[in-house]
T-cell receptor, first 111, second 116 residues
Framework: GQQLNQSPQSMFIQEGEDVSMNCTSSSIFNTWLWYKQDPGEGPVLLIALYKAGELTSNGRLTAQFGITRKDSFLNISASIPSDVGIYFCAGQNYNFNKFYFGSGTKLNVKP | EAGVAQSPRYKIIEKRQSVAFWCNPISGHATLYWYQQILGQGPKLLIQFQNNGVVDDSQLPKDRFSAERLKGVDSTLKIQPAKLEDSAVYLC??????????????FGPGTRLTVL
């Protein structure tokens, strides 16, 4: 199956700092999605990317679809305590018609 | 617009017992997914439906897991008999369709299963 590597595995940052995380795949994807999951809840969609090179923002969040189509990046600016949670990337190759998820980046924000 | 509904939210059973989970997708969404999420890992696809047909069940342990979506709307996932390693959160997701910009998946809150 597809291999999806997400890094870093966890992060401890101070409130107000910027955060970057990324996902790389062993093959080309046509869609990248970024989700946030709070404890006891299902993942909530943050940003969807459909085109290589696409840069999309959602408030303080910005995500990019890598030019090689094998990677994607998520940046969070000026972090706040409610950003705490686990962030997942998910990629889809239309040939395989299903999504593969990264193992998640656990974000901790110290007030 | 109502989101993806799942029930129950929590279930505790003993090994070798059977259990069933229910999912009602977002209205109008043709594609429905069941995922298994083990603690500390990302969701893993178990089965994908397009309307009432199965698109992908390659990672479904068919000796003990079964799923159906008879009328192309809500779906049930069953485990019989359960094993200790089935302890996980079972997530249901739906999307408008399965390709292009219509493939964006929206998740329900999940069912947390504990097998003792």
């Amino acid at each position: 199956g597809q291999q999806l590597n997400q890094s870093p595995q966890s992060m401890f940052i101070q409130e107000g700092e910027d955060v970057s995380m990324n996902c790389t795949s062993s093959s080309i994807f046509n869609t990248w999605l970024w989700y946030k999951q709070d404890p006891g809840e299902g993942p909530v969609l943050l940003i969807a990317l459909y085109k290589a090179g696409e840069l999309t923002s959602n408030g303080r969040l910005t995500a990019q679809f890598g030019i090689t189509r094998k990677d994607s990046f998520l940046n969070i600016s000026a972090s706040i305590p409610s950003d705490v949670g686990i962030y997942f990337c998910a990629g889809q190759n239309y040939n395989f018609n299903k999504f593969y998820f990264g193992s998640g980046t656990k974000l901790n924000v110290k007030p | 617009e109502a989101g993806v509904a799942q029930s129950p939210r929590y279930k505790i059973i003993e090994k070798r017992q059977s259990v069933a989970f229910w999912c009602n997708p977002i209205s109008g969404h043709a594609t429905l997914y069941w995922y298994q999420q083990i603690l500390g890992q990302g969701p893993k696809l178990l089965i994908q439906f397009q309307n009432n047909g199965v698109v992908d069940d390659s990672q479904l342990p068919k000796d003990r897991f079964s799923a159906e979506r008879l009328k192309g709307v809500d779906s049930t996932l069953k485990i019989q008999p359960a094993k200790l390693e089935d302890s996980a959160v079972y997530l249901c997701a739906s999307s408008l369709m399965a390709g292009g910009r219509t493939n964006t998946q929206y998740f329900g809150p999940g069912t947390r299963l504990t097998v003792l």
